[in-house]
Nanobody
Framework: QVQPVESGGGLVQAGGSLRLSCAASGSIFSVNTLGWYRQAPGKQRELVASITSGGNTNYADSVKGRFTISRDYDKNTVYLQMNSLKPEDTAVYYC?????????WGQGTQVTVSS
């Protein structure tokens, strides 16, 4: 069993930056991909960025050039550095650990970007 725990959300003005962290505890040897998703009110949850165990990254078009995902394998932690934030980035951000079998979600952290 793997349990991701997010931290680092908050309120920031447009153009500002935030860094989210997700620490995965438990059977971390079974973790393949770690990813960040977000869900805004009234919208479906969407992929923001992901990183595989081999370091391959994938980004949503809407965040390319602004967000950077990175992974600390020793700490079993994944980070999302968010720069040039926009009001449309406002959402609850969730961390997802994709395992060898199945997946596990964190409880989410709120990011609010004011205009």
């Amino acid at each position: 069993q793997v349990q991701p725990v997010e931290s680092g959300g908050g309120l920031v003005q447009a153009g500002g930056s935030l860094r989210l962290s997700c620490a995965a505890s438990g059977s971390i040897f079974s973790v393949n991909t770690l990813g960040w998703y977000r869900q805004a009110p009234g919208k479906q949850r969407e992929l923001v960025a992901s990183i595989t165990s081999g370091g391959n990254t994938n980004y949503a078009d809407s965040v390319k050039g602004r967000f950077t995902i990175s992974r600390d394998y020793d700490k079993n932690t994944v980070y999302l550095q968010m720069n040039s934030l926009k009001p449309e980035d406002t959402a609850v951000y969730y961390c997802k650990a994709t395992l060898l079998v199945g997946a596990s979600w964190g409880q989410g952290t709120q990011v609010t970007v004011s205009s």
